[in-house]
């Protein structure tokens, strides 16, 4: 390979070419659900515009690479993201409890995968307490569920409740996950490149979640970053989608897995 320099009227000419591709072809990308499970549970919402699509495949990712026994969903509204859940539960073969304020038993989910499926209509805060234990004594769980995904009222002091309900419940390794991370500036912009309004005009989730790491985040950026026993990482579109992967300590030096001094 060549070290000459790149002549000045050749890379004029590249960025110009560049500048050009960018105006006619704008960078845009679309979700696919290549696994049939997947595919399979979301249905016709597998292509259907909602503000949760473009992580769904996410969502899936995360909760199979978790591996776990109990996936917990706070807030479900109408469903999209349990058969998200509900797909990587079938994969695992884990039990996917989603807890609601309101009423979501009657939502819309295929036959086959209401097996693994528990509803609770109740406040997400008060039921992480003794209520949970009970659910999963009844079932002979431990009360740690690997996989947490939370996407409910998207506010300041709520969030912070969950946070210190649900964080102290969370398995370890396991990973809690985060919808509607960013939504400061009341506008979302999809994979697909589309923009439309979205957000509520406030930072309460992402900020919640920083005041727990003692971080200060820009959400309207990709970030990964490693704190206090977790590795965070971030997407800014579709609301935005943040993950909290939390991760076993090392081994202390001279312990069994570790490096003892003397090596």
Sequence with gaps: MSDRPVPHRVR???????RAMRRLAPARWYASMPHPGLAGALGRFATAN??????LGTIFFEAVAASPRLIVELGTRGGVSTRALLAAAEVTGAQVLSVDIADCS?????????????FVQADDVAFARAPFE?????RGLPPSPEVIFIDTSHEYEHTRAELAAWMPRLATPG???FHDTHMGKGWRRTLSGKAEPGGNGTRGVIQAIEEVFGRRWD??????DAACGYVVSH???SSGFTVLRKVPAPPAPGTAGGVSPAE
Excluded at 106 to 118: G, I, Q
Excluded at 134 to 138: K, M, N, T, V
Excluded at 219 to 224: I, K, Q
């Design 12 to 18: 004029r000419t590249g960025q110009k070419l560049a």
């Design 50 to 55: 909602s503000d949760i699509h473009d992580h």
């Design 106 to 118: 009657a939502v819309d989910l295929p036959a086959a995968l209401r097996a693994r499926w528990t």
């Design 134 to 138: 009970q659910f999963c004594a009844s």
């Design 175 to 177: 990973v809690m996950l």
């Design 219 to 224: 959400e309207t950026t990709y970030f990964a």
């Design 235 to 237: 997407v800014p579109w």
